[in-house]
């Protein structure tokens, strides 16, 4: 099995897991932030979702790092974190600035335009 | 080679966890949380008791099972507790689940900063936002909550979907995962770099007591330093040039991983770190103009805010 | 990183604009703070300018002159749009307050306004001269999130910040789906330098002619999440809302932007899954091609079906937006043929040169709504935005009128104007790459996009001004600068379509397509030790396992 | 649409192997008709001066003229491009060589698109360049002619509109003889697709002039849309032409016909691609659309709601023939393909009887006029699909004078009477002072299209069609059917006339004379009958205040337009009798250009009574009852006619005097036996209706169901599915965040399980 992470100098003390447990634990992790993003009504824990769905990519990229014995994936988490914290701080603002303006954080109230 | 695992059995496991997530979701009236996320996990633990089976030899060790666990049970709590502050400090559980399951994978320096920089900066001012947006729960009753954080919207509908894709995701992970090319069996292109720190070998044989007091490492004609990495020795001599040698390199001397990262950040990406900043910058000043207040001028200030004539169209 | 960065300089321009016009904005002055349009107007021409004259080295081993058309086009187009822009976050505040209204922060905004305007057009060049996946993302996140901001901000009213809202967090989810599909496409190839990943997938599909299930489930999570900015099905939801929602300048802005760097992107992209080898020609894998054939096809037709039903002018455009995306998508099943393919068959090229043409006419329509304002019956102004309030304004104004048919019957494709010689390409791109079902969804598209593109121009041009509005009448109240770019649109869809020539072959050199694989060379490069030569530091080509 | 699509999809093959097809033949000539040699600049100003014409009368609504100005313009600059077309007419018959020349303007564009074998570069190329040749000249010098008269003649019909109106129609009047000279003298496909677009849009403008009158909207909504269906035809045979060919311009596609129309020549037609054959099939699509011909013609009748100057013109005498010089044009990719020609002729045919019969029972004199228009068009299409060029081109050129006659002597009654169209509700209107001169003009207008025999242009016109279908081997029941049809033709032509025009002096306003009198209503303020009595120059002084009515005849411009349409309609017949040996001028105009039914420039000599045999049937030409059918159908036709015209006048003059309590005695002296009296009348009517109508009648009434089930039904579903569709997607836009989120993650999982199911390994 080629998908096997114990390459090179992989820590003793731990065993062998495949890239696929990590890989499966970042796409339920990825699943999760989706539907609490499709369920949530909260402006900011809807954010909080997408965090969440960022930070599954940052542990597929940190396991692929890992796999592929080079150091790009940690890199890529890097960056993934600038913006994450980047897009963090406007949408925070911007929550507040909605929550002035209708005193709510439901994401619902926010309906006015359609069709 | 066979499948990773059989892919109905993935399926089925994933519905196993999608029905987990949807009874666990916040809903009107009783929800039963504690049987959907036991349903949920009882999901997860599958797929990996599952994938155990097809490969006892490379079964993951304890840290592994600990840490996902944490991460994927703290993740289902984040979007199902129906308090936004707990939800946070959930999630705050989940990036340190996270930073588990890097140092797992021997990125520790990633690790330790999601810890400082997410858990630490991120999240405190997510929870400073909730805490400042939300009207204050007098009592500890769920009662005392927001409607839209106690009632999800389409619970079912919304699980199906993102578990279809987890689904279809897997999928197609556990088809494509076996024929990634992966670097030959014991070669470590990370080890290259240890040429780039001629420094840290130096004081590494020296504290080892491997090359004397005055050696240093040489520099051959490329201007490079003498070393081979196939055969993992280095050329030292004295100052004076006079005598020369060999040196053997330790086998645990390499490149960390804070190094290696800073290699690559540096070597590779300096451009995408300029773009980081601007973005950065961009951000902050988006944060600012989003979340000024509103400041009454009085009436002798508004000339001198918008000029005369400014006003008159 | 040198040669890099002499590419670079439209960029690095712009940044030093933005960077000016944030410290002129704070001035106590107003009349230096009014300054703030002629700077970045001045700073965005002078990028166009470098990038025309200093291309620097090519940017891309497989488009090498992709990114000096892409730079020039937008800065091009962004100066029309700043003209647009100009005198949007404030003017008429300004004259408010200056009426006694209270004053409101948020909407004096003029300095920052700018510096996001010129951020995003920033994104857009990097995009263009991305190579790598990690710079790819930077460079998207860059497009786009300044245009949150300013579709929050672009004026006082709910709708606006509904529209903010609406975009922001949709495109926080589009961002995660791409970022998750870029994760994916590494993983799958080991490495982030869009060559590499394309050389190792090119090996991959000559062995065995299929593609790595984490790499076809990436690019597929990359390009659809991209799909986003472009507002390609099923990532469309939010366009007519916030088109709607923000202040006609903001909207013009936001119909070509993203746009422009969606498609750029996905073309990068694209181009690392696969054009260009593999026994079976020059198509995409089969998964990827279906997916984006029926993409295209839905894009198109949902786009023109949900135009029809609508009664305001924004909400039309914004579905006839996505109803060109649809168009351009045809050129990226196309795709750009053998090498050296002429440009009838690049589809590539046509898409480039539809996007400036889609520039030019919509920027024209959204000049116009900028351009004319309502006042309701509570006595406030607003945005011109029901279909009847162009009714006989070829009679009423003449020229934001004709302005307004030119660009509608431009965008319709109605033969000799700009729009048809843009459409064309697309048709011949597609019936080359034997796409005729798609061909002929395109053309039934377009008869459907006659329909509500005719009322426009007609409701302009036939119908008597409506004498008696339900409540204040029609005014134009708008920086003259607005009325001047929408008449510079009108007679480039004119005048353009005499000069189309030129610009096509402008397009088709942009376009131009030099797959090379080079046996082995990939996986070798990426497997060996980093390449420890004296000037790693300084040339990172140097240890991607470039050839 | 399927047959097209997979006719293209063998036509491509991959684009690349165009390099064989298209290119071997491709020495391609760099510069654009350098085969051909250069035409008199003077050509250039054939479509120069209507676009003066039409910046003028731009330039004249921006400086807000309320005068006639710009109709004496737009008459001065149509003159004189007449003058130019007459020039362009000397040019290319008074030398030597009758070969075609070429007038470039300037390069449109040249789009290189590959290299061909020896690395020339193969290109796209199409320029302004105008393609003279005889049929180009004969169809210009009565687009420019007719287009002039009419100009002249609307200057006062429009008069009521000056102002803003009154310049946008003129600038829309000179921007369709601009159009239509792009159509007809364009050397290469795209820029008579440009003309061919150009036309259809003036006419929208034009139909829909009247615009506050919903059925001038829906009619000229009508018109785009049946159109649009035709013009996707023509579109799709363009570009299979540029794939099959490599070229788009004329003189290199009628070369590299060549080599096919000689195989068809030998009746070798299954060595003739598909794709080549599929061709003249689209063209004929295109030309079905814009010549309004089954199933396609339903637009026309609703065309009426235009200003009748424009009905003259663009739906009477210019535009709907585009379809008919397309068909000749491109004659040499017609006899291609052994299904083309049967097509139109048959499609022809039928039109032609079926609009007769819808004319039949059709009271509105215009729309009449419009069934009538529609049906002879049908026969031009029966003669070019029969293998007479020459009679269709022939009967083009005699049926543009007398049908622009016709309508605007009906558009003279119109203006004159209020609007009032009704054949029930005006009678003896030649009687009435003033209106003689519209009455002869009528009568003139109506013998031709009846075809009265050896005094009318339209009797010679038809009658070589006519002959010809018996001529042609397997035509005959065609003949016959076009034989009746002229009979239906004489009858309704002259109903009218005999209804409106003789008998008993009576009529009844329309009902833009009412609203006239109704001060308070201002929307009609732009209806002809309006200003027409405030401020006519020969206006009849007296108010209307009272609300009674004057019919005001018609003016001297009116009137000079008239009659010189009628000499010139007269004038026709010496068309047919110059140049014997060519089937008279036309014949010697088609004869030397495209059209011929031999390749152009094939040195063919003049003598030739017998088109070549080219359906390869080889079967000897046909005959009328054991005779000669051209010796023989002088005779039959005429007698047809008159049959036609008698029965007319049995039914709609004879029997009507007695019902007349009006001062017309006279008439009622002539019409017959005064024994007759009322019961009489009434009896015959009775019958007429049991016997003649009532089957017509159900005929055309069930035509006309299919107008308004299948035909309108179609184009309301065209409009009504997309509404449909879109307000059944737009409940997905319900403005909710979560509902939006929902979409596009839900779109994504679909996206991905499909493809997890198309990924192998």
Request: aromatic share 10%.
């Amino acid at each position: 099995m080629s998908a096997i992470l114990a390459q090179a100098d992989y820590p003793a003390l731990m065993s062998a897991p495949t890239l696929f447990h990590y890989l499966v634990v970042s796409a339920f992790m990825f699943g999760l932030g989706l539907v609490g993003f499709l369920t949530r009504r909260n402006l900011i824990i809807m954010f909080l979702c997408t965090e969440l769905m960022f930070q599954a990519a940052g542990l597929a990229l940190v396991a692929f790092s890992r796999f592929h014995l080079n150091h790009t994936g940690e890199t890529f988490v890097i960056f993934v974190l600038t913006v994450a914290a980047a897009e963090a701080a406007m949408a925070l603002a911007l929550v507040v600035l909605l929550f002035r303006r209708k005193e709510t954080l439901d994401a619902e109230r926010w309906e006015e335009m359609r069709g | 080679m066979g499948p990773l695992i059989n892919p109905w059995l993935l399926y089925g496991l994933c519905a196993v966890g999608a029905a987990g997530v949807a009874l666990a979701l916040p809903r009107r009236g009783v929800s039963p949380q504690v049987v959907g996320a036991g349903v949920g996990g009882a999901g997860l633990l599958g797929v990996f008791a599952a994938l155990g089976v097809s490969n006892a030899a490379h079964l993951p060790n304890l840290h592994f099972y600990l840490f996902s666990a944490i991460a994927l049970g703290s993740a289902l709590r984040v979007i199902t507790h129906p308090r936004p502050v707990y939800a946070a400090l959930f999630f705050v559980l989940t990036i340190l689940a996270s930073c588990g399951l890097y140092i797992v994978l021997g990125a520790e320096f990633m690790g330790f900063a999601l810890v400082i920089v997410y858990a630490g900066a991120i999240l405190i001012t997510y929870l400073f936002v909730i805490m400042l947006a939300t009207q204050a729960p007098t009592a500890d009753r769920v009662d005392a909550l927001s409607e839209y954080d106690r009632v999800s919207r389409e619970p079912l509908v919304a699980t199906i979907v993102g578990f279809l894709m987890v689904g279809a995701l897997t999928g197609m992970m556990a088809r494509g995962v076996g024929t990634i090319p992966a670097p030959a069996p014991g070669a470590d292109p990370r080890a290259g770099l240890l040429m780039m720190l001629p420094g840290k070998v130096e004081r590494e044989l020296r504290e080892r007591a491997l090359i004397g007091r005055d050696d240093v490492i040489l520099t051959a004609s490329d201007g490079l330093p003498a070393m081979d990495l196939a055969a993992r020795t280095v050329r030292v001599g004295s100052p004076g040039g006079a005598e020369q040698r060999t040196a053997p390199i330790p086998a645990d001397v390499r490149v960390s991983n804070v190094e290696g990262l800073a290699f690559e950040l540096i070597a590779n990406h300096p451009g995408a770190i300029e773009i980081a900043g601007v973005i950065l910058l961009m951000a902050m000043l988006g944060a600012v103009v989003l979340a000024r207040k509103k400041v009454d001028l009085d009436e002798h200030e508004r000339p001198a805010a918008f000029g005369p004539g400014g006003g008159h169209p | 990183m040198i040669q890099k960065i002499q590419s670079l300089w439209p960029e690095i321009v712009l940044f030093a604009t933005a960077c000016v016009v944030m410290v002129v904005g704070i001035s106590p002055s107003v009349a230096v703070r009014r300054s703030c349009g002629v700077i970045a107007g001045l700073g965005l021409a002078l990028a166009g300018l470098v990038a025309i004259d200093w291309p620097g080295p090519a940017s891309s081993v497989v488009w090498p002159a992709l990114a000096p058309y892409v730079k020039v086009l937008v800065a091009g187009v962004g100066v029309l749009l700043l003209l647009v822009l100009a005198g949007l976050p404030d003017r008429e505040y300004e004259a408010a307050v200056a009426h006694g209204q209270r004053y409101d922060p948020i909407r004096a905004n003029r300095a920052e306004f700018y510096a996001f305007f010129l951020f995003s057009i920033m994104g857009v060049m990097l995009v263009s001269g991305a190579e790598d996946l990690i710079w790819l993302f930077l460079a998207l996140e860059l497009t786009s999130l300044p245009t949150y901001i300013m579709v929050a901000i672009s004026s006082s009213r709910n709708r606006s910040l509904e529209a903010g809202v609406k975009y922001f967090f949709l495109g926080a989810l589009g961002a995660a789906l791409f970022l998750y599909g870029f994760a994916l496409l590494y993983g799958a190839t080991g490495s982030t330098n869009l060559e590499t990943i394309r050389q190792v997938i090119a090996q991959q599909r000559l062995g065995s002619e299929a593609v790595n299930g984490v790499a076809l489930a990436g690019a597929l999570l990359a390009v659809i999440g991209v799909g986003f900015k472009i507002a390609a099905v099923p990532m469309h939801f939010y366009t007519a809302d916030v088109y709607q929602g923000a202040a006609s300048p903001v909207t013009a802005f936001l119909a070509f932007v993203p746009k422009t760097a969606g498609f750029v992107a996905l073309i990068l992209l694209l181009t690392t899954i696969g054009w260009g080898y593999g026994p079976s020609g020059q198509s995409l894998p089969e998964p990827i091609r279906t997916v984006l054939w029926v993409i295209a096809a839905m894009t198109m037709t949902v786009g023109n079906v949900l135009a029809v039903v609508q009664s305001s002018v924004k909400r039309v455009l914004a579905y006839s937006s996505i109803a060109h995306s649809g168009y351009m998508l045809v050129g990226l099943v196309a795709g750009p043929g053998p090498a050296g393919a002429p440009f009838a068959r690049n589809g590539i090229a046509a898409i480039l040169f539809y996007l400036l043409c889609y520039g030019v006419m919509n920027l024209g329509a959204f000049a116009v709504m900028a351009s004319l304002e309502r006042r309701s019956r509570s006595g406030a102004t607003e945005e011109a935005d029901s279909i009847d309030d162009l009714r006989g304004l070829c009679t009423t104004r003449p020229m934001l009128g004709w302005i307004m048919v030119v660009s509608a019957v431009g965008l319709l494709g109605m033969p000799p104007l700009l729009g048809f010689f843009g459409k064309l390409p697309l048709f011949t791109s597609g019936i080359g790459a034997g796409e005729i079902p798609l061909v002929v969804v395109l053309g039934i598209n377009s008869a459907i996009a006659a329909y509500y593109y005719l009322r426009l121009a007609a409701l302009a041009l036939l119908e008597d001004p409506d004498v008696t509005p339900v409540g204040g009448g029609l005014s134009e109240n708008a920086p003259p600068g607005r009325k001047f770019a929408g008449f510079i649109c009108a007679a480039a869809v004119i005048g353009l379509s005499a000069l189309a020539w030129p610009l096509i072959n402008l397009a088709d050199g942009a376009a131009k397509y030099e797959p090379r694989l080079t046996p082995g060379s990939a996986v070798s490069a990426r497997e060996a030790p980093i390449v420890p030569s004296a000037d790693a530091l300084t040339e990172p080509r140097a240890a991607s396992g470039r050839p | 649409m399927s047959d097209v699509t997979t006719g293209i999809l063998t036509a491509l093959g991959g684009v690349g192997t165009l390099a064989a097809s298209g290119g071997d033949a491709a020495a391609h000539a760099p510069a654009s008709g350098g085969a051909l040699p250069a035409a008199s600049p003077l050509v250039l100003l054939i479509p120069l001066l209507p676009l003066l014409g039409c910046v003028l009368c731009g330039l004249c609504a921006a400086a807000g003229v309320r005068t006639k100005l710009p109709a004496w313009l737009t008459v001065a600059c149509l003159g004189a491009a007449f003058v130019a077309a007459l020039k362009m007419l000397g040019d290319a018959t008074g030398g030597p060589g009758t070969h075609a020349t070429i007038a470039h303007a300037f390069d449109w564009f040249r789009i290189e698109w590959g290299k061909g074998p020896g690395g020339v570069s193969r290109e796209l190329v199409a320029n302004f360049s105008f393609y003279v040749d005889t049929l180009t000249c004969l169809w210009m010098l009565f687009v420019t002619g007719l287009a002039t008269l009419i100009g002249l003649y609307a200057s006062e019909y429009m008069a009521g509109e000056r102002g803003p109106g009154y310049c946008r129609f003129f600038a829309a009047f000179n921007l369709f003889v601009l159009s239509m000279s792009c159509l007809v003298m364009g050397d290469n496909l795209l820029l008579l697709y440009l003309g061919w677009e150009g036309v259809g849009l003036c006419s929208y403008l034009l139909i829909g002039y009247f615009y506050q009158k919903p059925s001038a909207v829906a009619a000229a909504k009508k018109a785009f849309i049946m159109n649009r269906i035709g013009d996707l035809g023509l579109a799709l045979g363009i570009m299979l032409t540029f794939v099959k060919f490599g070229t788009v311009e004329y003189a290199e596609l009628f070369e590299r016909i060549r080599p096919f129309v000689e195989l068809a020549r030998h009746g070798r037609f299954d060595e003739i691609p598909f794709s080549v054959q599929l061709i003249p099939l689209l063209f004929t699509v295109g030309a079905f659309g814009k010549s309004a011909q089954l199933p396609l013609y339903v637009w026309l009748p609703d065309a009426m709601e235009g200003p009748t100057p424009v009905s003259a013109l663009i739906h009477a005498a210019t535009m709907v023939t585009a379809g008919v010089y397309l068909v000749a044009r491109f004659i040499p990719f017609y006899v291609c393909s052994d299904l083309a020609l049967p097509v139109v002729a048959w499609v022809g045919t039928l039109t032609a009887l079926t609009a007769a019969t819808i004319g039949m029972a059709q009271f509105d004199i215009k729309r009449i006029m419009a069934y009538s228009t529609v049906s002879q068009l049908g026969y031009m299409f029966a003669g070019l699909g029969v293998l007479t060029s020459t009679g269709a081109a022939f009967h083009v050129f005699t049926h543009a004078f007398f049908k622009a006659l016709l309508f605007l002597s009906c558009g003279a009654v119109m203006h004159g009477f209020g609007g009032q169209l009704d054949l029930r509700k005006l009678s003896g209107v030649r009687k009435m002072p003033g209106w003689g001169i519209v009455g002869v003009c009528m009568l003139v207008g109506c013998l031709n299209l009846s075809g009265f025999p050896l005094l009318t242009s339209g009797f010679f016109s038809k009658d070589m069609i006519l002959a010809q279908a018996f001529t042609t081997p397997g035509f005959a029941a065609i003949g016959w059917i076009l034989l009746l049809t002229a009979g239906l033709t004489a009858y309704y032509t002259f109903r009218v006339y005999f209804r409106v025009f003789e008998g008993p002096s009576q009529f009844e306003p329309g009902d833009e004379a009412h609203a006239h009198a109704d001060p308070g209503d201002q929307a009609h303020a732009h209806a002809p009958a309006g200003h027409a009595h405030g401020g006519h120059e020969h206006g009849h002084g007296q108010g209307h205040g009272d609300g009674h009515f004057h019919p005001h005849a018609p003016g001297w411009a009116i009137n000079t337009v008239l009659a010189v349409l009628a000499v010139c309609s007269t004038a026709a017949i010496g068309a047919y009798f110059i140049d014997r040996d060519h089937h008279g001028w036309v014949g010697r105009m088609v004869d030397s250009s495209t059209a011929a039914w031999e390749a152009p420039g094939a040195g063919h000599s003049g003598a030739h009574a017998e088109p070549p045999a080219e359906t390869g049937h080889g079967a000897a030409p046909g005959t009328f009852l054991g005779m000669d059918p051209h010796a023989v159908m002088y005779y039959v036709s005429a007698v047809v006619a008159l049959v036609g015209i008698g029965a007319a006048w049995w039914l709609h003059l004879a029997g009507r005097t007695a019902a007349a309590t009006s001062r017309a005695d006279g008439l009622l002296a002539a019409a017959g036996p005064v024994a007759r009296g009322a019961q009489g009348k009434w009896f015959v009517d009775e019958v007429y209706d049991a016997l003649v109508v009532t089957p017509l009648w159900v005929l055309a009434h069930v035509f006309h169901l299919l107008d308004k089930l299948l035909i309108d039904g179609l184009v309301n579903l065209a409009g009504w599915v997309p509404r449909g569709a879109g307000r059944t997607a737009s409940t997905g836009q319900n403005g909710l965040l979560h509902s939006y989120a929902l979409g596009m993650a839900g779109g994504l999982a679909i996206v991905l399980v499909v493809a997890l199911f198309m990924v192998k390994n």
